[in-house]
């Protein structure tokens, strides 16, 4: 069995040395010199300073909007079955969402199905709680993505004919 020792060395502070002397006079000074009344309005002045920060905080709190979040519940992910996601609200956008699951999702993701009602474009943002499918083409039944593609196509070509 090995004993380790060590030396300790024990400090005391000297209030008696020279280098704090003038410290302590200057703080003796002060005590002495310093009335209740003098103490009383110093006491004041402070609370009067942190009551005008205060007001100041709250005033600039207030300049600044909060964010409402939503709740997005995502289906159908492959390596997690649900998913649910904090999102801010009029903000956040399917896209956003897929990014924060995987860049497979980001990558190969058509159109974002809301609710199981509506397709939604990619890059539009969410306006309230829903559950949300990303759609690929490489789907089961990929007819509905084929022709959210080819309407996107036909305003394309229409938009380009028109030159």
């Given at each position: 069995?090995?004993?380790?020792?060590?030396?300790?060395k024990v400090f005391r502070f000297n209030y008696q040395h020279q280098a704090?002397?003038?410290?302590?006079?200057?703080?003796?000074?002060?005590?002495?010199?310093?009335?209740?009344?003098?103490?009383?309005?110093?006491?004041?002045?402070?609370?009067?300073?942190?009551?005008?920060?205060?007001?100041?905080?709250?005033?600039?709190?207030?300049?600044?909007?909060?964010?409402?979040?939503i709740e997005v519940r995502l289906k159908d992910i492959k390596p997690h079955?649900?998913?649910?996601?904090?999102?801010?609200?009029?903000?956040?956008?399917?896209?956003?969402?897929?990014?924060?699951?995987?860049?497979?999702?980001?990558?190969?993701?058509?159109?974002?199905?809301?609710?199981?009602?509506?397709?939604?474009d990619m890059h539009r943002p969410i306006d309230r709680s829903c559950t949300?499918?990303?759609?690929?083409?490489?789907?089961?039944?990929?007819?509905?993505?084929?022709?959210?593609?080819?309407?996107?196509?036909?305003?394309?070509?229409?938009?380009?004919?028109?030159?």
């Amino acid at each position: 069995m090995f004993q380790f020792k060590r030396n300790i060395k024990v400090f005391r502070f000297n209030y008696q040395h020279q280098a704090y002397q003038p410290f302590f006079s200057t703080l003796s000074k002060l005590e002495s010199s310093t009335s209740i009344e003098q103490l009383w309005e110093r006491k004041n002045l402070i609370k009067k300073k942190n009551e005008l920060f205060d007001k100041e905080k709250q005033k600039q709190k207030s300049f600044i909007p909060r964010i409402e979040k939503i709740e997005v519940r995502l289906k159908d992910i492959k390596p997690h079955p649900d998913v649910t996601l904090m999102m801010n609200k009029s903000i956040s956008t399917p896209f956003n969402c897929a990014q924060h699951v995987s860049e497979l999702y980001t990558q190969r993701s058509i159109v974002a199905f809301i609710d199981e009602k509506h397709y939604w474009d990619m890059h539009r943002p969410i306006d309230r709680s829903c559950t949300l499918q990303f759609k690929h083409f490489k789907d089961a039944n990929p007819s509905e993505v084929n022709k959210i593609f080819w309407r996107s196509c036909s305003f394309l070509l229409g938009m380009v004919s028109s030159f």
